[in-house]
C-alpha cells in the first residue's frame, strides 16, 4: 500500500473550515484513499473514502487531486468535538477475501478551539 | 452507519490470567474482522485478521497462542489475551468490515482498556 505522509497537528478556530492535507505521491491507479479520525480513548470513525472524484458526504468533503497524489479532507465547520487525530489511508480495495486490512500512520491532531 | 460493540470497555486483571475481549457487529454480518492494538500516544497497530469459520491471520511478531481468536458466527469474533503480563497492558480495538469492492468501509468498537498488573 502507499505510504501517506500528513503535518502531525494543525489547529482551527471553531467554526471555521479544517483543511487537512495528505500527501500520497506514490499512490497507485486502483487504490483509495480513506480518511479516519479517533477522538481520544475511543475506537476510530470512518468519514469518508475516494477514488479519484471529489466526495462529499454529511461529515466532510474529499478533494482529490488531479493526479491523486495529494489530497484535502475538509470539514467545513468545525467545532470542537472534531477535535480529533484524523488518519489519510491509501489502500487496495479488494473483492473480497482476508488481505483487506487497513495500516493506520501516525495521523494529524486536529484541535478545533473556541 | 453500522455499529460495531466490543466488551468490555475496561479490564483490569492479574498477572498470569486470561481475559476475553468480545467484538460483534449488531447491525450486519462481518465475514471479516480486525483487531489492533494502541499504546498511549501511539497509532494503531494491525495485530490479526479474524476470519468467520477459519483461522486468524495474524501479523508479523504476534504470537498467536498469545493472543488467540476465535471468530464462530459472522457477528462475532473474540480475543483472548492469555496468561496476560504488564507489557500486555494496552488499548485493544476491533473492527468489523461492511461492503466490498469500492464501497467497503470499517467500522470500530470503542476500544478496550486493558490493564495487567
Known amino acids: 500500500d502507499a505510504k501517506t505522509t500528513q503535518p502531525p497537528s494543525m489547529d482551527c478556530a471553531e467554526g471555521r473550515a479544517a483543511n487537512l492535507p495528505c500527501n500520497h505521491s506514490?499512490?497507485?491507479?486502483?487504490?483509495?484513499v480513506y480518511w479516519y479520525r479517533q477522538i481520544h480513548s475511543q475506537g476510530p470513525q470512518y468519514i469518508i473514502h475516494?477514488?479519484?472524484n471529489n466526495e462529499t458526504n454529511e461529515m466532510a468533503s474529499l478533494i482529490i487531486t488531479e493526479d491523486r497524489k495529494s489530497s484535502t479532507l475538509i470539514l467545513p465547520h468545525a467545532t470542537l468535538r472534531d477535535t480529533a487525530v484524523y488518519y489519510c489511508?491509501?489502500?487496495?480495495?479488494?473483492?473480497?477475501?482476508?488481505?483487506?486490512?487497513?495500516?493506520f500512520g501516525k495521523g494529524t491532531l486536529l484541535t478545533v478551539n473556541p | 452507519g453500522a455499529v460495531v460493540s466490543q466488551h468490555p470497555s475496561r479490564v483490569i486483571c492479574k498477572s498470569g490470567t486470561s481475559v476475553k475481549i468480545e467484538c460483534r457487529s449488531l447491525?450486519?454480518?462481518?465475514?471479516?474482522m480486525f483487531w489492533y492494538r494502541q499504546f498511549p500516544k501511539q497509532s494503531l497497530m494491525l495485530m490479526a485478521t479474524?476470519?468467520?469459520?477459519?483461522?486468524?491471520?495474524?501479523e508479523q511478531g504476534v504470537e498467536k497462542d498469545k493472543f488467540l481468536i476465535n471468530h464462530a458466527s459472522l457477528t462475532l469474533s473474540t480475543l483472548t489475551v492469555t496468561s496476560a503480563h504488564p507489557e500486555d497492558s494496552s488499548f485493544y480495538i476491533c473492527?468489523?468490515?461492511?461492503?466490498?469492492?469500492?464501497?467497503?468501509?470499517?467500522?470500530f468498537g470503542s476500544g478496550t482498556q486493558l490493564s495487567v498488573l
Open positions: 473492527s468489523a468490515r461492511l461492503g466490498v469492492g469500492g464501497g467497503e468501509k470499517l467500522f
Open positions: 506514490t499512490i497507485s491507479g486502483n487504490e483509495y
Open positions: 475516494g477514488l479519484k
Open positions: 489511508i491509501v489502500r487496495v480495495s479488494h473483492s473480497g477475501g482476508s488481505n483487506y486490512k487497513l495500516t
Open positions: 447491525d450486519f454480518q462481518a465475514t471479516t
Open positions: 479474524s476470519n468467520e469459520g477459519s483461522k486468524a491471520t495474524y
